[in-house]
């Protein structure tokens, strides 16, 4: 029996645009992008998510998805970052993570429960159709939790915000697992840190849309590129890829990653999408890159984030291509399930 034809979620003119956001992970470096995205609010003097019709994010980058497709101001997020990034990454008691991760998931657990961020809303109370990946390490799987946008989305509306978003970005050997929904979730740049292919994947099989039709714009969290130091030995041991630290081991397996994920992500993009792709990042080099990192949320790290976000985003509200995103104006978004389903 053949599989059954996908549905779209809105019937809506199969030939106009169809706008997609697609935001990276990058721990604390989703400052950078947080910034990006407020100053372009600040220039539209509205929401961004208006100006798309389904919205991504890995890790960081769901949590701002997350907010954005409920129209939470992405300087508020901006804001909590700032105030409250050195308490969600201040070290415990780990024992070089070898007895548990260094960082508590509690700040963030917080700071997500605030009523002015997420409180005890469910995904089902987002405006906008937004899709956010995450590992079941229960079930070995990756996972997608995604608004009812589509007939057959039927459960993930009822799952909590703040449950979703520290599932997505419990990385490993920085946060413990997140447990809820009978399963143990990891985070989901292990598998998708660029979500922008799941997102093209979605706009044609679930909403059924053309791929000439489709454009995206997609955020970065300042590309760290993990490379070798030939000074090092090269016998693939704990020392050659942590250093005398058991702990950083997996940070660096981690980081190569999600980095060598990005590159690959945005490669195909461009190359499927061709001129319809846009990507918006900085590199890190030099002293600057020292000061910046997943889990580095100091002053000298708010410095170069913020410093590197004002300065891309004054070129980019200038750009025709970001300009051209910016004047699309979605149809309503409809969906079957969850607060804002249609009758």
Known sequence: ????????????????????????????????????????????????????????????????????????????????????????????????????????????????????????????????????????????????????????????????????????????????????????????????NSPGLLALHESQHFFGRDIKHIRMLSIGTMSSKFTVDPRHNRQGGAYDWGGWNPSNMPKRLFGLSISAQEVLTDKVLEHRLENRYLRIDDDLFDERARAVALDKADAHAREVLLGAAIERSKRCISDPRLLAFLEHSPPKSVFFHGEHASP
Not at 143 to 167: C, E, Y
């Open 1 to 192: 029996m053949s599989a059954p034809a996908p549905c779209s979620a809105s019937q809506p003119d199969q030939n106009k645009v169809f706008q997609v956001l697609a935001l990276s992970g990058g721990g604390y470096r989703g400052l950078y992008t947080a910034k990006v995205l407020a100053d372009i609010e600040q220039e539209l003097q509205g929401p961004i998510a208006t100006k798309f019709d389904l919205i991504t994010g890995t890790s960081i980058g769901g949590i701002l998805a997350l907010a954005l497709a409920l129209e939470i101001r992405a300087q508020t997020m901006v804001d909590l970052f700032v105030k409250h990034g050195e308490d969600i990454f201040k070290k415990r008691w780990s024992f070089l993570g070898m007895v548990r991760a260094p960082y508590s998931p509690a700040s963030l657990k917080a700071q997500l429960e605030a009523p002015e961020v997420f409180g005890d809303r469910l995904l089902g109370a987002c405006l906008h159709p937004v899709m956010v990946p995450s590992i079941n390490y229960t079930t070995g799987e990756p996972v997608v939790f995604k608004t009812g946008h589509h007939p057959t989305f039927k459960r993930d509306h009822k799952h909590r915000l703040v449950d979703i978003g520290l599932a997505t970005s419990a990385a490993p050997a920085y946060f413990p697992r997140h447990v809820f929904n009978g399963g143990q979730y990891v985070d989901g740049g292990l598998f998708a």
